[in-house]
């Protein structure tokens, strides 16, 4: 029988009664103090470490009360330092204190608020007992989509040519397609060291990159300022939130890779099946972002690649903006950082836009951002995470917007706004070898993920 603590604010006392409750009809054994615990007793205090220490799992019921509970903290420190499972739930979005999150946040948490509650029930005695119970999960709002999937195959089976190696079964994708919230995906880490191939047994591939280095397209990029630091995606761990991890690289060492895996189908399928398998070894590669924008009337925002991008599909049509990612977007918190998505789509939208820094929280609904994947570039060894973000301002005036301010056309030249179903069709084109041409390679996936986001009708 799993053994449980159950952490809680004493203004919860319901609440755990309840869950304990529950719990124990599924089997378990509960330390709920209020019933275990006599407090008038000197021991008490050896007595609710004991408790804890003899339990497999600590179930954290969070509330306004207990996030800001100093009991509640020592309990959490505790079973962090003794390696017990915790399993946060909450029945409401709540904040939560920078002292909590620290032993909390590592964990899989469970919104009983995303499910109903027969189903949120259901799922915190699965994570308790293991077992799984009789019905499926459904979240409370749930998107149902079933047949956009059926354009899978048609889309990501091939990985050369452009294509997309990492399918719906192949990337990271949130359960009921409703997204990661910007604090779900927590930077956990950052190498600062360059990426060697010897740290991955690979030490004769770094010979092979330092001739590279003295070829004329690398001394070009040189002279012109573009083998600047570049932060690769080094690891990943996914359970409710995903945990990122960073290493230092340069954009001659990704170059250096895509150079071995372009036109190299056996070596674009060794990849794939790399990346699907999450392997610990990850190879160079450009960590980037890429905004799929809405505006108030339900556009989605597509843009034309300026020719001046040569080596990404010049003149082709994206449905996305992309921006890799920054030191400056999180060099201030690096260490379990929950905030880097949003300053790095706040930089996207200046730099990339030329959104002025005080019409950003103007303009930009920041509610509504959304991580919807983690994708992978099966045709140059690249990821990216797709983000969803609403702007308060409709199709016309985010065109007479970017008309106002002296935007570059370095990135892109034009605007071309799509509906929900038009972008379902851009998914639908890749099937059409011509029509395939017309589009960024990365635009089929981030369409599909669009109308998945959006439920469009069929």
Same mark, same amino acid.
């Given at each position: 029988?799993?053994?449980?603590?159950?952490?809680?604010?004493?203004r919860? /006392?319901?609440?755990?009664?309840?869950?304990?409750?529950?719990l124990?009809?599924h089997?378990?054994?509960c330390?709920?103090?209020? +019933?275990d615990?006599?407090?008038t007793k000197?021991?008490?205090a050896?007595?609710?470490? +004991?408790?804890?220490?003899?339990?497999?799992?600590?179930?954290?019921?969070?509330?306004?009360?207990?996030?800001?509970s100093?009991?509640?903290?020592? @309990?959490?420190?505790?079973?962090?330092? +003794?390696?017990?499972?915790?399993?946060?739930?909450?029945k409401?979005?709540i904040?939560?204190? @920078?002292?909590?999150?620290?032993?909390?946040? !590592?964990?899989e948490?469970?919104?009983?608020?995303?499910?109903?509650?027969?189903?949120?029930e259901?799922?915190?005695?699965?994570?308790?007992?293991?077992?799984?119970?009789?019905s499926? /999960? $459904?979240?409370?709002?749930r998107?149902?989509?079933?047949e956009?999937?059926?354009?899978e195959?048609?889309?990501?089976?091939g990985?050369?040519?452009?294509?997309?190696?990492?399918?719906l079964?192949k990337?990271l994708?949130q359960?009921?397609v409703s997204?990661? !919230?910007p604090?779900d995906?927590?930077?956990?880490?950052?190498?600062?060291?360059?990426?060697?191939?010897?740290?991955?047994?690979?030490?004769?591939?770094?010979?092979a990159?330092?001739e590279?280095c003295q070829?004329?397209e690398?001394?070009?990029?040189?002279?012109?300022?573009?083998?600047?630091t570049?932060?690769?995606?080094?690891g990943?761990?996914?359970?409710?939130?995903?945990?990122?991890?960073?290493?230092?690289? +340069?954009?001659?060492?990704?170059?250096?890779?895509?150079?071995?895996?372009?036109?190299?189908?056996?070596?674009?399928? $060794?990849?794939?099946? /790399?990346?699907?398998?999450?392997?610990? @070894?990850?190879?160079?590669?450009?960590f980037?972002?890429?905004?799929?924008?809405?505006?108030?009337?339900?556009?989605?925002?597509?843009?034309?690649?300026?020719?001046n991008?040569?080596?990404?599909?010049?003149r082709?049509?994206a449905?996305?903006?992309?921006? &890799?990612?920054?030191e400056?977007?999180?060099a201030?918190?690096?260490?379990?950082?929950? &905030?880097?998505?949003?300053?790095?789509?706040?930089?996207?939208?200046?730099? @990339?836009? %030329?959104f !002025?820094?005080?019409?950003y929280?103007?303009?930009?609904?920041?509610?509504?951002?959304?991580?919807?994947?983690?994708?992978?570039?099966g045709?140059?060894?690249?990821f990216?995470l797709?983000?969803?973000?609403?702007? !308060?301002?409709?199709?016309?005036?985010?065109?007479?917007?970017? %008309?106002?301010?002296?935007?570059?056309?370095d990135?892109?030249?034009?605007?071309i706004?799509?509906?929900?179903?038009?972008?379902?069709?851009i998914?639908?084109?890749?099937?059409?070898a011509?029509?395939?041409t017309m589009? /960024?390679?990365?635009?089929?996936?981030?369409?599909?993920?669009?109308?998945?986001?959006?439920?469009?009708? &069929?």
């Amino acid at each position: 029988m799993e053994k449980v603590f159950i952490s809680y604010s004493s203004r919860d /006392h319901e609440w755990a009664a309840d869950v304990c409750r529950l719990l124990e009809e599924h089997g378990a054994v509960c330390f709920l103090d209020q +019933r275990d615990l006599d407090r008038t007793k000197s021991s008490w205090a050896a007595e609710l470490v +004991r408790a804890l220490t003899e339990s497999r799992h600590a179930v954290l019921l969070l509330s306004r009360s207990s996030a800001v509970s100093n009991e509640v903290l020592n @309990e959490m420190a505790n079973a962090s330092a +003794r390696g017990i499972d915790i399993i946060p739930v909450l029945k409401e979005n709540i904040p939560i204190p @920078e002292e909590l999150m620290y032993y909390i946040r !590592k964990y899989e948490w469970i919104h009983l608020y995303e499910y109903s509650e027969e189903n949120g029930e259901e799922l915190l005695c699965e994570r308790v007992t293991g077992k799984k119970t009789h019905s499926e /999960h $459904k979240m409370a709002v749930r998107i149902d989509t079933p047949e956009l999937t059926q354009y899978e195959d048609a889309c990501f089976a091939g990985i050369n040519n452009g294509g997309y190696g990492a399918g719906l079964d192949k990337c990271l994708l949130q359960n009921g397609v409703s997204g990661w !919230k910007p604090e779900d995906v927590v930077l956990e880490e950052v190498n600062y060291s360059d990426f060697t191939f010897a740290s991955i047994g690979m030490a004769e591939l770094d010979a092979a990159y330092e001739e590279y280095c003295q070829t004329r397209e690398v001394q070009k990029m040189r002279n012109r300022g573009n083998d600047r630091t570049r932060w690769m995606l080094a690891g990943i761990y996914q359970n409710r939130k995903i945990f990122i991890t960073l290493q230092k690289t +340069r954009y001659s060492m990704t170059s250096f890779w895509w150079n071995q895996v372009r036109h190299n189908e056996e070596m674009q399928k $060794k990849m794939a099946r /790399h990346v699907f398998d999450m392997e610990d @070894e990850f190879y160079p590669n450009s960590f980037c972002l890429h905004l799929i924008l809405e505006t108030q009337d339900e556009y989605l925002i597509g843009t034309r690649i300026s020719n001046n991008k040569k080596n990404d599909y010049g003149r082709s049509i994206a449905v996305t903006v992309g921006e &890799q990612i920054s030191e400056i977007d999180f060099a201030s918190n690096t260490v379990n950082n929950d &905030q880097f998505i949003h300053q790095w789509v706040k930089r996207t939208m200046i730099e @990339e836009l %030329n959104f !002025k820094n005080e019409d950003y929280e103007r303009y930009v609904d920041l509610s509504s951002i959304r991580v919807l994947a983690l994708s992978y570039e099966g045709d140059i060894y690249n990821f990216a995470l797709p983000v969803f973000v609403r702007l !308060k301002m409709d199709s016309e005036g985010f065109l007479a917007y970017l %008309n106002t301010i002296n935007r570059s056309i370095d990135e892109f030249t034009d605007i071309i706004p799509f509906t929900a179903q038009e972008a379902l069709d851009i998914t639908r084109s890749y099937a059409d070898a011509e029509k395939r041409t017309m589009y /960024h390679p990365s635009s089929f996936l981030r369409a599909l993920l669009y109308a998945m986001y959006k439920g469009a009708d &069929q």
